[in-house]
């Protein structure tokens, strides 16, 4: 990377990411570095959307 690059760890609501700006503060990529522990709605909304998007002929499959 040219060293004109910044990168920075930015905290939003216990989640972790790492932000890549170039020399004119236009982001370059953005990585998730950790994630904080999910609570009871927040686990069931994730296995929600987990189930929605698996496709229905993957969901019934036998292995």
Sequence with gaps: MPP????????VE????LVV?????NVLSVTRT???PYV???KLRLVLW???TIRPRKR????
């Design 4 to 11: 004109n690059v910044r990168k920075f760890d930015v905290d």
């Design 14 to 17: 216990q989640f972790h990411y």
């Design 21 to 25: 700006l170039d020399d004119y503060g």
């Design 34 to 36: 950790a994630v904080r």
């Design 40 to 42: 009871g709605s927040e």
């Design 50 to 52: 987990i189930k929605s």
């Design 60 to 63: 019934y499959m036998r292995h």
